[in-house]
């Protein structure tokens, strides 16, 4: 039973080039959320998608930053044309359901780090 | 809005040492409370959870009491081993917003021998 899996761990990016992120869920839950982890600080909401569907993204940066969870595949988090400050840790993390008691699992993060 | 505060680290304890991070919020409505451990390079954990006044939430030794009074969930842990040595996150999820969780900035255990 695999839990969240995100890829790559890790990823390098040049300013100015494009960052993909991808989560794939528990098997079975439509429900999907962003955090970012910056440098000595907690994990802060980015974006929470239900299958095709954006329901929250106050969290996400108005440019540059995109997210989708199409009916097949991964969700994506996409950065364009990458700063220094986007180095951070990504988290995903995904549930079966809107129940807010509902245990979210987290996947094991992708390091981004922006030369 | 909603927030977290707990305690600065790195603790730095004595193996079966008595741990407490300490862990207030702020929130709208009655959130569910939660705390949530990194091991090195992993993802977070759920640890335990409560979701209304005067729940304990209690896993692998640990507890945390929701003090609606105080709006606190401090977790505590009688006696710590080496292998609880992590980062400790407590975190909130405010009412109508699912599993959207608002996270402290998390607490660094180092338990040594």
């Known amino acids: 039973n695999a839990g969240v899996m995100q890829n790559p761990r890790h990823l390098v990016r040049r300013r100015g080039q494009e960052a993909r992120l991808r989560c794939s869920p528990v098997k079975g839950h439509s429900h999907v959320y962003w955090y970012r982890q910056l440098p000595e600080e907690g994990l802060k909401f980015m974006v929470y998608l239900q299958k095709e569907n954006i329901i929250d993204e106050s969290g996400m940066p108005k440019e540059r930053f995109s997210a989708e969870f199409p009916k097949e595949g991964p969700s994506i988090l996409r950065i364009q044309q990458v700063v220094r400050g986007d180095s951070a840790a990504y988290f995903c993390?995904?549930?079966?359901?809107?129940?807010?008691?509902?245990?979210?699992?987290f996947g094991q993060g992708t390091r981004l780090t922006v030369v | 809005g909603n927030s977290v505060t707990q305690m600065e680290g790195p603790v730095t304890l004595s193996e079966e040492a008595f741990l407490t991070i300490n862990c207030t919020y702020t929130a709208t409505g009655y959130p569910s409370l939660f705390w949530y451990v990194q091991y090195p390079g992993e993802g977070l954990q759920l640890l335990l959870k409560?979701?209304?006044?005067?729940d304990k939430g209690s896993n692998k030794g640990f507890e945390a009491t929701y003090r609606k009074e105080t709006t606190s969930f401090h977790l505590e842990k009688g006696s710590v081993q080496v292998s609880d040595s992590a980062v400790y996150f407590c975190?909130?999820?405010?009412?109508?917003?699912?599993?959207?969780?608002?996270f402290g900035t998390g607490t660094r255990l180092q338990v040594t021998l």
């Open positions: 409560a979701t209304k006044a005067d």
């Open positions: 975190a909130l999820s405010a009412s109508g917003t699912a599993s959207k969780l608002t």
């Open positions: 993390a995904s549930s079966p359901s809107r129940d807010r008691n509902t245990e979210a699992f």
